[in-house]
Structures are given as structure tokens and as C-alpha cells.
């Protein structure tokens, strides 16, 4: 190096080959032995500088050098126009600023602008998800994998007044850079605060049995709805591609008991359902059995009005039959009644006529002779003294032959 052709450090030697303040053990000339170090020649190192910048340019005298420090202005405005060439990932969008003013946007490849401080790019991914936790924080480093819960965050409460411990991811990407940039200051902060009063006013209309089983998809899609809505309010250029509910449990300190609850709620709508089966059970039938009465008294009314019309009616005939005949009706009557009375009983006829001669009792069976007419010709069984059946009716006068005789009926006679 330069220094080292003079013997020394860049700021020459001392007599004795010390550092830029003198030798090491002696001092220069006229120094005292054994004094600290001396303060640097000013002048001097002011000549060496100027030696130093001579043998730097080039030869040829000052006109030359005059020349070459000309380029040196060219070279500095070429580079700082060269600065402007900016490449943008395939991920992002370069979002260019002149004068920090929003000027355009340009796409992924080789760009440029112009050099700073005219304008300046910044390039946000606009295809990364972003992840935003609420209620609870993913370690990193050597811990990773282990969960830090946030209870600030993550104890909300329900419609039904109870307490529930909630938590939830939100998966978001950039849609609008411009936006993106220039609209939010802070945004996953934005984020995060958005998506946990989303959260809170979905939970606030919920029940808490609701939340803990088979709402919290419905949870999911109407917190999802709102909090796109306040991104777009807000102008934040952000989409939301999906909010996962983590976990939705009761308190800590509280959800045994909250246990107890649910399985004893659980029991009451068993047992409520039971009682509603056994009574979509009996109350069809009841009501089965309660037409088919109706229905048997109406058809029994009908029957009992249907056979008094029928006998007032025969009533009234046999009446205006009386009225135009009534000895015939009269003795119509008196068959007809005898008929109804005699066809049930047993019969024996028997001839009065004929006890005062031989002492024998005529007597003719006949409900024996009505059964089977097997004994038709056989002699009559049953005479206590063998007299033949031919005997039976002699001599009988005509109103014992009508009294125990059967008669046709007289309908139609």
C-alpha cells in the first residue's frame, strides 16, 4: 500500500517506526523520553493527503485530470437512474409512490421507476394467507407447537347469559393493494379487532347449547359475513377466506358443573320425548275410539228412529185397515198374535170329546212329528194307551183344532 512504501502506517513513521503519534519508546527530535503521545502535524498529513490524490489520477498533467473528474457526475447520474429497475415476485404486486402519493400498480417481472425520492415501490404479497388468532397464540421457536390462551380475548358472553371460552383463526389474503396500503394503518391489528366484535355480537345472539353442538357451523358463516362486511366498510382490501372455530368450551373453573347441566337437560329432553311419544300414542287412539262411539250411537239413533217410523207406520196401516173392516182384522189380529205366542212352546192337542166312552186319551204329539218328518208314518210315540194318531182330532171342535193348531201367517193371505 502507499503507507507501506513510506516506511510506516498510512500516517507515515516516527524515527523509530512508532504509530501516526510518534515512536514507542523515544520521541521525535526535540521530544523529551519518556512523554505520552504527541498531537498529529495537521499540515503534514494535509501534504500527504495531496500526494496521495496525485499519484491516484491519471498521468497527463491537470488538463487530464480535469477531464476525468468531469465523468465522475455522468457516472453517479447513470447509477442513480439505474436505481429506478425493480423486479416483483410472482406472490406480489408493486404498488409505485411518487412523492408518496399513490401512482400505479405494475405486475410481477422486471419494472421501473423512477429514483429515489421521485418515487419508491412497495411490493406486498398479495397470494400468502394470512393468519390472524383470537383467544389464543401459537408459540414459536423452541416451544413451537405449545398454545397460550388469552382469556381477554377469548371469554365471551352468550344470549342466554353464560359464559363461553371461544377459540378462532381467521385465514385472510390482500385483494386490493392500493387499498391494502393506503386505507388501514395496522392491519392485522385491524384484523384481529374486526374479527373478535364480529365474533362476540354472533355469540351474543346465540344460545349456549347452541354453541357448544350443532350451531357452530351457523357461528362460522355469520361470523365470516360480518366480519367481510366491516373489511369492506373499513376499505381494508383484505378478503377473508375462512374463519375456523378451535374450540368451544364453558369456563375452566366452571365446566363440570356446566357438565352436570347439560347431561341432566339432556335427561329432561329424553324424558320429554318420551312423553310425547306415549302420547301421540294414546291420543290417536283415544280419538280413534271416540269417533267409532260416535259413530255407533249416530247408526244405533238412526236404527232406533228407522224402526219407530217403521212401526208407526204399520200402526197406522193396520188402523185404517181396522177402520175399513173390523171383524176381519180383528180376527187377523187375535191369528196373528197367537202365532207370535204359540210358535216357540210345545203343543199337545188333545180330544175332550172322546174320555167319556172306552177311557182312552187321545193324544197327538206334534212337536215330534215336526222333527226331521222321520216318524211321518210310524205310529204315534208317546199314547199312554197305544191309540194311533187318526184318533187324535176326532170329534174336536173347531175352536180346540184353532187353538192348538199352528197357523200361517195371515200377511198376504
Known amino acids: 500500500m502507499f503507507w507501506q512504501s513510506q516506511g510506516g502506517g498510512p ?41 496521495r490524490f496525485r499519484r491516484v489520477l491519471p498521468q497527463g498533467g491537470f ?7 468531469f465523468l465522475i457526475p455522468i457516472a453517479v447520474v447513470v447509477l442513480w437512474l439505474a436505481s429506478g429497475i425493480y423486479t416483483v415476485d410472482p406472490d406480489e404486486v408493486g404498488v409505485v409512490l411518487r412523492f408518496g402519493a399513490y401512482d400505479r400498480t405494475t405486475g410481477p417481472g422486471l419494472n421501473y421507476h423512477l429514483p429515489s425520492p421521485i418515487e419508491w415501490v412497495l411490493k406486498p404479497s398479495v397470494t400468502r394467507v394470512n393468519r390472524t388468532e383470537i383467544g389464543y ?3 414459536e421457536g423452541p416451544r413451537a407447537g405449545a398454545t397460550r390462551q388469552v382469556p381477554e380475548e377469548a371469554l365471551m358472553l352468550t344470549g342466554d347469559e353464560n359464559i363461553v371460552d371461544i377459540n378462532f383463526t381467521v385465514f385472510w389474503v390482500i385483494k386490493d393493494a392500493k387499498a391494502y396500503l393506503f386505507n388501514i394503518r395496522a392491519p392485522d391489528a385491524t384484523v384481529k379487532s374486526a374479527a373478535e366484535s364480529a365474533m362476540r355480537e354472533v355469540i351474543g345472539e346465540t344460545q349456549i347449547a347452541q354453541a357448544l353442538a350443532e350451531g357452530r357451523g351457523k357461528i362460522e358463516t355469520d361470523t365470516h359475513s360480518l366480519l367481510q362486511g366491516i373489511l369492506d366498510d373499513y376499505g381494508a382490501g ?15 373453573p366452571v365446566i363440570d358443573a356446566f357438565r352436570d347441566v347439560q347431561r341432566a337437560l339432556a335427561d329432561r329432553e329424553r324424558l320429554r320425548n318420551e312423553a310425547e311419544a306415549y302420547r301421540n300414542d294414546i291420543v290417536p287412539r283415544a280419538r280413534g275410539d271416540a269417533a267409532r262411539i260416535k259413530q255407533e250411537a249416530e247408526a244405533y239413533r238412526q236404527e232406533i228412529i228407522a224402526r219407530a217410523t217403521g212401526d208407526a207406520d204399520r200402526f197406522t196401516s193396520v188402523y185404517r185397515a181396522f177402520k175399513a173392516a173390523q171383524d176381519v182384522t180383528l180376527q187377523r ?5 197367537m202365532e207370535e205366542i204359540l210358535k216357540n212352546g210345545n203343543k199337545v192337542i188333545i180330544d175332550k170329546s172322546a174320555q167319556g166312552g172306552s177311557g182312552v186319551l187321545p193324544y197327538l204329539p206334534l212337536p215330534a212329528l215336526g222333527i226331521g218328518g222321520a216318524a211321518a208314518g210310524a205310529p204315534a210315540q208317546g199314547n199312554a194307551s197305544g191309540a194311533s194318531p187318526s184318533a187324535a182330532g176326532v170329534g174336536q171342535s173347531p175352536a180346540q183344532q184353532s187353538a192348538t193348531s199352528p197357523l200361517p201367517p195371515a200377511h198376504g193371505r
Not at 507515515?12 to 512508532?18: K, T
Not at 503519534?21 to 500527504?48: A, I, K, M, S
Not at 488538463?63 to 473528474?69: A, D, Q, S
Request: proline letters at 13%; charged letters at 25%.
Open 137 to 139: 397464540r401459537n408459540a
Open 333 to 337: 189380529l187375535y191369528l196373528e198374535t
Open 63 to 69: 488538463g487530464g485530470g480535469r477531464r476525468w473528474i
Open 238 to 252: 383484505i378478503e377473508v377466506t375462512q374463519l375456523q372455530l378451535l374450540k368451544v368450551d364453558p369456563p375452566g
Open 11 to 51: 500516517w507515515g513513521s516516527g524515527p523509530r517506526g512508532g504509530g501516526p503519534w510518534g515512536g514507542g519508546n523515544g520521541g521525535g527530535p526535540g521530544t523529551p523520553r519518556g512523554r505520552g503521545p504527541q498531537p498529529p502535524d495537521f499540515e503534514e498529513l494535509l501534504r500527504r493527503g495531496q500526494d
